[in-house]
């Protein structure tokens, strides 16, 4: 498939460019190099801190791995390539396949070309999980990440709870709840804000959106939810096509319409949770991206879902390699904003994208 080649060729020409220019052939054997495969599975145990003195003790799986493969790489690239670049990439990689495979499915649910992923309040959630615990951190005595991640799940389903009556979730109802829901998480942050003294900095950092510092236990983090959540949603593909007709005709063509939204707005929002987690408030991927798609592959969503995950992914590898490309590095927010506003433009005045 042409995407996933593009995609692939990103990822790899991303891992070229920095601070110390590596050729191609040396991110490939870097990474063939850094290749393992799991050689055992043992269990770890530990105690998860959440405040001073206070843990949950947990049990894990401890995998133990092998390298297979040996290339002749200098120790200082395959450093740089492995535990720098590709994390990175392969974050940016992943977070942009969930916020674009989300994005189609808001905008199918709402049949909206306006709606992406934070519709119903997802990032709004985030940003005062992770502001809370930035800023008050004696309130919120949790990891960042965890906050978040509560906070935005915490929110999506919060908006659904308040928009459904009589067993029923009007979309407009639901729309409406995200607006008023996510003014006044604005309201919250901004108080938020002005109570975090020194670490104000870092907070408007985080809502800006950055893939710097990235790790593998990211990935790790991250990858699970959104390939899952992924299969998910490709699964519902017929039933998202079936909703654009209308819920009346969707309940007539055999479709048990509350429980394929809930399904939908559920997965598509701990998708958006995932990401929006680790790397703060990403904007335009899963607006712009799904737009792209429709108007190259039509409005199936079996075919829109995947060609729309993987030219996110594509779209914010991209843009993550400008981020840090420049004299100085920016969050990736700014690139996207600044790349996606000017694009929507152009699709408002020279497509029809004024309805799904």
């Known amino acids: 498939m042409p995407l996933a080649a593009l995609l692939v060729a990103a990822i790899l020409v991303s891992a070229t460019i920095g601070a110390v220019d590596i050729t191609p052939l040396a991110v490939a054997k870097a990474a063939y190099d850094a ?20 843990g949950i003790p947990y049990v894990r799986p401890d995998v133990s791995w092998i390298a297979p493969f040996s290339a002749s790489v200098p120790a200082t690239t ?21 916020l674009a495979a989300a994005g189609t499915v808001m905008q199918g649910f709402f049949r909206n070309p306006l709606a992406d992923p934070s519709i119903v309040g997802v990032s709004s959630g985030a940003a005062v ?18 906050a978040a991640f509560v906070g935005a799940v915490l929110t999506a389903f919060a908006v659904y709870a308040i928009a459904t009556e009589g067993g029923r979730t009007p979309v407009a109802t639901l729309l409406l709840a995200g607006v ?22 870092q907070a408007v950092y985080w809502l800006m959106g950055h893939l710097q510092h990235s790790t593998w236990e990211e990935v790790a983090f991250v990858l699970p939810v959104t390939l899952l959540g992924l299969a998910v949603l490709g699964a519902y593909a017929r039933e998202l096509n079936v909703l654009l007709l209308g819920e009346e005709e969707a309940h007539h ?38 737009h792209a798609m429709r108007l190259l592959v039509g409005p199936d969503h079996r075919v829109l879902l995947p060609t729309s995950a993987l030219a996110g992914g594509s779209f914010l590898v991209v843009a993550d390699t400008l981020a840090r490309s420049g004299p100085a590095e920016m969050p990736v927010g700014i690139v996207t904003a600044a790349v996606g506003a000017p694009f929507f433009l152009f699709l408002l005045k020279s497509r029809e994208v004024h309805g799904l």
């Open 129 to 146: 999980g992770a502001v809370a615990a930035i800023a008050v951190p004696s309130l919120v005595p949790v990891d960042l990440r965890l």
């Open 253 to 290: 063509l055999g479709v048990e319409v509350e429980r394929a939204k809930l399904l939908l707005l559920a997965v598509a929002s701990v998708v958006t949770a995932a990401g929006v987690a680790v790397t703060g408030v990403i904007g335009f991927v899963g607006l712009i991206v799904p």
């Open 35 to 54: 290749f393992v495969l799991p050689a055992g599975v043992g269990l770890d145990s530990g105690v998860w801190e959440l405040a001073p003195g206070v």
């Open 180 to 201: 008023a829901v996510q003014t006044f998480l604005g309201a919250a942050i901004s108080y938020l804000l002005l109570q975090s003294g020194e670490s104000l900095e």
């Open 78 to 98: 395959r450093t740089i390539v492995v535990n720098i670049r590709l994390p990175r990439i392969a974050l940016a990689a992943t977070v942009g396949v969930g």
